[in-house]
């Protein structure tokens, strides 16, 4: 199936050429790149977020070979559901589906399941793909779409993509897309946030997944970072950094209700 961009001119230009120049500007670092398992990114319109993605894509090498998992903010589709063969389209043009991962996630995986209805109107997954598109511009994806699954499916669901990952010839890169604490005041959004983040550089997914649920973080993305860090972790991982933490009102000037967002990297 051919997806086309459906927040295109909503949370990202839609003309190429405005896209693709935010893009880089966001993405300039005097950091060099290193390789990397996996990344958490941000999801929010560019405007709020771009520039943490940005910092966070400039600090990792993107492979040709890209698995990004994201929440299901829709409710639509299946709470596992894989893109499973195609084409993701946006204004910067097509990345191709890697049909190889694919196949071999939803054989190997029981609580993912190929499924084009959840990522239908999903954002959280196609406002990363204009970073890897200006950072790897022939790399093929592999879309993820994660909802209402248990801890113990998640796990597993990290095991099993670590496992078809590491029977890869080729590297790949992991990206989880999230956006931390909502609608909270700065302080209150950063207290949180700083909880969820001690998980997650200490590489902790059950950690993470119990700290979210137990203190009330408001984390969208806590499901696929969950996967990402067990994947990581199995993987051999051995450090997580955060590139970066700020909130929406670091542009808005409203800090009484913000959205949080971070930028991570796993190596």
Known sequence: MHRKAVVAGQFYPESATALRDMVKGFLSSEVPPRPALGIVSPHAGYIYSGAIAGQTFARVEVPRRVVILGPNHHGL????????????????????IDEELTGALIARCPALVADEAAHRMEHSLEVQLPFVQVRSPRASIVPICLASLSLSSLLQ?????AEVLSSCPDEVLMVASSDMTHYESSETARAKDMQALERIEALDPEGLYRVVRNRGISMCGVLPVVVMLAASVRLGARQATLVNYGNSGDVTGDNDQVVGYAGVVIT
């Open 77 to 96: 589709g299946q709470p596992g559901a894989v893109f499973r063969a195609g084409a993701w389209a946006t204004p910067l043009g097509e990345s191709l």
């Open 157 to 161: 669901t990290g095991e099993a993509l």
